[in-house]
Nanobody, 127 residues
Framework: QVQLVESGGGSVQAGGSLRLSCVAF????????TGWFRQTPGKEREGVAI???????RYAESVKGRFTVSQDNAKNTLYLQMNSLKLEDTAMYYC?????????????????????WGQGTQVTVSS
């Protein structure tokens, strides 16, 4: 019912910036939350940022003050602006969408509320 496509990943030096985009196709009117998650080999997928359909946001402590999540509902597009990038930000980044009305109240660390996922885009931060 919903398809997500990420773009904007790439390589950047530490301290630099990168902007990720995620376009949603399908029945987007049913989406209550969208979010960004990331994963590296040997670790579970972790939440980075989520945003509700009315614009409320929540961030992981490790990215707070450096990353900004936003959305353009008219374009069905989600963004993640990443500034002051660190080596530990290197990961595969995924966007996701939730059709659960209480998705914003859920834990950022949990992926269970999100039913639809993009294919991922790689972000690599180097010295």
């Amino acid at each position: 019912q919903v398809q997500l496509v990420e773009s904007g990943g790439g390589s950047v030096q530490a301290g630099g910036s990168l902007r990720l985009s995620c376009v949603a196709f399908g029945y987007t009117s049913s989406i209550y939350c969208t979010g960004w998650f990331r994963q590296t080999p040997g670790k579970e997928r972790e939440g980075v940022a989520i945003i509700s359909d009315d614009g409320r946001t929540r961030y992981a402590e490790s990215v707070k003050g450096r990353f900004t999540v936003s959305q353009d509902n008219a374009k069905n597009t989600l963004y993640l602006q990443m500034n002051s990038l660190k080596l530990e930000d290197t990961a595969m980044y995924y966007c996701a969408a939730s059709l659960w009305v209480n998705c914003y109240s859920g834990s950022l660390a949990s992926t269970q509320a999100f039913s639809y996922w993009g294919q991922g885009t790689q972000v690599t931060v180097s010295s």
